[in-house]
Structure formats: structure tokens, C-alpha cells
Nanobody, 126 residues
Framework: QVPLAESGGGSVQTGGSLRLSCAASLRTLSMYSMGWFRHVPGKEREFVGA????????KYAESVKDRFTISRDNAKKTVYLQMNSLKPEDSAVYYC???????????????????WGQGTQVAVSS
């Protein structure tokens, strides 16, 4: 069973919005901090944002701060990425990822995440 599964990607125009969802089949999602990353072919995987186990702490990349919001519903085992004011440079495959424990300074690094989804494509046209 795939531990994480993203959905909600699609094509939008500049300035539009999308909400990505990450459904988790992990036994106890509340034990995991969750991250969102994005990847464009030919570039490194990029940190987008992360949320702590309880949802009270978040951190974001400067490029998306004030435009993107991460939230989670542990009872539904789902994490969300609300993306507003989208720009063409936000186009990428977006991945959610899970790491056991609380949010730390290292949470911006993809290397600490144990579980990954298959990704969902976001395309923003100008």
C-alpha cells in the first residue's frame, strides 16, 4: 500500500489557486511531520513547506511564503497545500513526504523524509 498519495494537481492560469491533498495510509499520522516538495526536470528537488505533527508549527520556502498554506487533519489522515496567486515558476511535480517526529531546522531537507507520494503535476500558464 502506498503510504502517501497526492491529488489536486492540474493546470491553472497565473494568479489562480489550487489545493493539493496528501492522503496518508500511515498508521499514526500524528507522529509525523509532513513536508511538501516540488521538482522540475533538470533541477534539484525544492522544499516548499512543512508542518509539524500537531499542525501548530509550519515553515515555508521564501518563494512561496504568503501565497501557500499548509494544513493538516490528522483524524482524516490528510495534509493540504493551499496554493494561491500561482505563478508560472510554481509549475512542477509536487510531492508530499513524511518524517517521524517534530519539525526541526532539518525539515527543509528532502533527505530526512522517509515516506513519499507519487507526485501530482501543477502547471501554471502565463
Amino acid at each position: 500500500q502506498v503510504p502517501l498519495a497526492e491529488s489536486g494537481g492540474g493546470s491553472v492560469q497565473t494568479g489562480g489557486s489550487l489545493r493539493l491533498s496528501c492522503a496518508a495510509s500511515l498508521r499514526t499520522l500524528s507522529m509525523y511531520s509532513m513536508g511538501w516538495f516540488r521538482h522540475v526536470p533538470g533541477k534539484e528537488r525544492e522544499f516548499v513547506g512543512a508542518i509539524g505533527e500537531s499542525g501548530t508549527m509550519t515553515k515555508y520556502a521564501e518563494s512561496v511564503k504568503d501565497r501557500f498554506t499548509i494544513s493538516r487533519d490528522n483524524a482524516k489522515k490528510t495534509v493540504y497545500l493551499q496554493m494561491n496567486s500561482l505563478k508560472p515558476e510554481d509549475s512542477a511535480v509536487y510531492y508530499c513526504a513524511a518524517t517521524l517526529g517534530r519539525l526541526t531546522r532539518a525539515s527543509t531537507s528532502w533527505k530526512i523524509y522517509t515516506y513519499w507520494g507519487q507526485g501530482t503535476q501543477v502547471a501554471v500558464s502565463s
